[in-house]
């Protein structure tokens, strides 16, 4: 099993920036696919990004060109730089991991706030 903690989250104006970060621990060799998602107050949680063991990156078309994602190189943290942040990027971020065998596992997520 894979455990992960996120940090990073809090309140920033419209055009500004937030970096989260995710530590993992336990079975990391595991990994199959790491990354972000978000869930916004009265919608569905949707993948933002994510990277595959194969260098296979993803990301929601919303954030192209704004968010960065990478990680180290022994998949124990991963990070996601945001920028030009827009009060539609308002959600609870969280990261996840899926195994090797298909099982997922998912951090407490943390609140990012985007407002003036």
């Known amino acids: 099993q894979v455990q992960l903690v996120e940090s990073g989250g809090g309140l920033v104006q419209p055009g500004g920036s937030l970096r989260l970060s995710c530590a993992a621990s336990?079975?990391?060799?595991?990994?199959?696919?790491m990354g972000w998602y978000r869930q916004a107050p009265g919608k569905e949680r949707e993948m933002v990004a994510t990277f595959r063991i194969d260098r296979t990156i993803s990301y929601a078309d919303s954030v192209k060109g704004r968010f960065t994602i990478s990680r180290d190189r022994t998949y124990s943290r991963v990070y996601l730089q945001m920028n030009s942040l827009r009060p539609e990027d308002t959600a609870v971020y969280y990261c996840?991991?899926?195994?090797?065998?298909?099982?997922?596992?998912w951090g407490q997520g943390t609140q990012v706030t985007v407002s003036s």
């Open positions: 996840s991991t899926r195994d090797k065998s298909g099982s997922d596992a």
């Open positions: 336990g079975n990391i060799a595991s990994i199959w696919r």
